[in-house]
């Protein structure tokens, strides 16, 4: 399954954002951000699907190869491949609770870039991945997304921090106590 997966995405380093696609989820500020920057021999793949997906992705053209709309994942453990595909997980939201998939994204070693909306920026403090405001998520990620393509040594780092906290502070038992 993970295999097939990788074959789908390519060769290429992955950027993965997994959610729904809907206004407070922002994620037209990273797409924003994604064609400014155009990283070479990396991909953004966006997961998930919702009311504004057929809009954003109208805004892709065929020059756009480096991004690729996956669409609704039902199958867990295809999701699970993906994350594990992926390098860089980006959660750009404006308004959020505590992610999911930003919890899962830690699980799988993926190194963590999400907003301080709702609890995401309290669960990757202390160095567990790296914390955007809400303000300016597009300028931020033009930034960003340059440095951590330059230093795989820096995104496997935060990766491997990412699940460590993952691991000391939300195991799967005590998320399901809480749900």
Do not use: H
Not at 69 to 76: A, F, I, K, T, V
Not at 154 to 173: D, I, Q, W
Request: net charge neutral; proline share 3%.
């Amino acid at each position: 399954s993970r295999k097939e997966v990788r074959n789908q995405l390519g060769s290429r380093r992955i950027f993965l954002y997994m959610g729904r696609i809907a206004a407070e989820k922002n994620v037209e500020a990273l797409l924003r951000a994604w064609k400014l920057v155009s990283p070479d021999g990396c991909r953004l793949v966006i997961v998930g699907d919702g009311p504004l997906r057929p809009t954003l992705q109208n805004t892709t053209t065929e020059d756009d190869d480096n991004i690729l709309w996956w669409g609704y994942e039902s199958n867990l453990e295809k999701k699970i491949a993906l994350l594990q595909c992926a390098e860089v997980f980006v959660l750009p939201s404006l308004v959020e609770g505590l992610s999911l998939a930003l919890l899962e994204a830690m699980a799988t070693g993926t190194a963590c870039v999400a907003t301080d909306a709702g609890a995401d920026g309290e669960v990757l403090k202390g160095g567990a991945g790296i914390v955007l405001s809400t303000q300016g998520v597009t300028t931020q990620l033009r930034t960003l997304l340059p440095v951590l393509k330059e230093q795989p040594i820096l995104t496997s780092e935060l990766g491997k921090r990412a699940r460590c906290r993952v691991l000391e502070r939300y195991t799967l038992t005590r998320n399901i106590d809480a749900l």
